[in-house]
């Protein structure tokens, strides 16, 4: 199973530290930890920048298809194929989304989960 984690760290410290901590659990318990595709970002609106609610519904609609053509893709989902070409390319430039040898696209990923919080000022 492969998984991908999308997390929103404004400190890139903590992102390097949270790492750390993987790799050390993984080394302490013998047990390897499962591989993670990360994808950190700086701040809410950067993560929203690039995965947008149009772009989270095609990766989901590709999860559920299966490798699809960009045309077929934008047919399922009712989109115009230009658009659906660009968010495609966007996500593929991300590594969210790959193409197989058959030039079809998909969603490398079994389980993508979402990671932040929103804290009140101090």
């Not at 400190?11 to 930890?33: K, Q, V, Y």
């Not at 591989?35 to 559920?64: G, M």
């Amino acid at each position: 199973m492969k998984n991908a984690l999308i997390q929103i760290r404004p400190d890139e410290d903590t992102a390097l530290e949270e790492s750390f901590e993987r790799a050390e659990l993984a080394m302490r318990t013998g047990i390897p930890s499962d591989p993670v595709a990360t994808f950190t970002f700086s701040s809410e609106s950067q993560l929203f920048d690039v995965f947008t609610a149009k772009r989270f519904e095609l990766i989901s609609k590709l999860q559920k298809s299966g490798p699809s053509s960009i045309r077929g893709l934008a047919r399922a989902l009712g989109r115009d194929v230009r658009r659906v070409h660009d968010d495609v390319a966007a996500l593929i430039d991300w590594g969210m989304i790959e193409r197989n040898a058959d030039g079809m696209v998909f969603v490398p990923f079994d389980v993508i989960h979402i990671d932040f919080a929103l804290k009140a000022a101090a």
